[in-house]
Nanobody
Framework: QVQLVESGGGLVPAGGSLRLSCAAS????????MAWFRQAPGKEREFVAS????????NYADSVKGRFTISRDNAQNTVYPQMNSLKPEDTAIYYC????????????????WGPGTQVTVSS
């Protein structure tokens, strides 16, 4: 069973950048597809980006395409979203998730979740 812990959240001005990290432990990291989701106050959790087990395939929500880049380092058991050109509407709690199958944009497909990290973008 894999455990996930996010880090790197914080307060950033609009137009700024932030790099989150998700460290995994307790399982064969390279056997898990990884994804990031986010949840803003009063809204449902939504898909942000995903990366395949090898890192060779990525997918993004339309709202972040061209601004966010997801990558993983299987040697370090870590997955990163690099978030550029941040907007106030990107403000949310960001969650890292893992599943032992191919990537999916649906939160219910993921078995393992981190506790989340807050990202706040000021206007």
């Amino acid at each position: 069973q894999v455990q996930l812990v996010e880090s790197g959240g914080g307060l950033v001005p609009a137009g700024g950048s932030l790099r989150l990290s998700c460290a995994a432990s307790g399982g064969p990291f390279s056997r898990y597809a990884m994804a990031w989701f986010r949840q803003a106050p009063g809204k449902e959790r939504e898909f942000v980006a995903s990366v395949s087990m090898s890192g060779g395939s990525t997918n993004y929500a339309d709202s972040v395409k061209g601004r966010f880049t997801i990558s993983r380092d299987n040697a370090q058991n870590t997955v990163y979203p690099q978030m550029n050109s941040l907007k106030p509407e990107d403000t949310a709690i960001y969650y890292c998730a893992a599943r032992s199958r191919r990537t999916s944009p649906y939160s219910y497909d993921y078995n393992y979740w981190g506790p989340g990290t807050q990202v706040t973008v000021s206007s």
